[in-house]
């Protein structure tokens, strides 16, 4: 199982890719994903306050559903920061 788990990573990070044309649009991608993931972020805070200000208590879902959420925002930075060290020499290049 860490087998997969290693081959996962790698594929999702781009360890074995060095084209330019395939790091940059996946590094947009991830950025994207990244600012999608703080702007709910946001939203989730902005609930929190607004249910403990009226007294409102949120179902189970809703704390899965920030779980999840913070999980993802994890996964996804360590995934653009590795990926940004690994590639640092391909947008170096004077292409």
């Not at 200000?53 to 996964?75: E, Q, T």
């Not at 590639?87 to 292409?95: A, C, I, Q, T, Y």
Request: charge should be neutral.
């Amino acid at each position: 199982m860490g087998n997969i788990a290693n081959l996962c990573w790698e594929g999702l990070t781009l360890k074995h890719v060095s084209d330019k044309q395939i790091v940059t649009p996946y590094l947009l991608f991830v950025i994207t994903a990244f600012m999608f993931e703080l702007f709910l972020t946001v939203l989730f805070s902005i609930s929190s306050f607004i249910f403990y200000y009226y007294g409102y208590n949120p179902g189970f879902v809703y704390y899965v559903s920030g779980a999840i959420l913070a999980l993802l925002l994890v996964m996804t930075v360590s995934i653009l920061l590795t990926t940004i060290g690994r590639h640092k020499n391909v947008f170096s290049e004077n292409s």
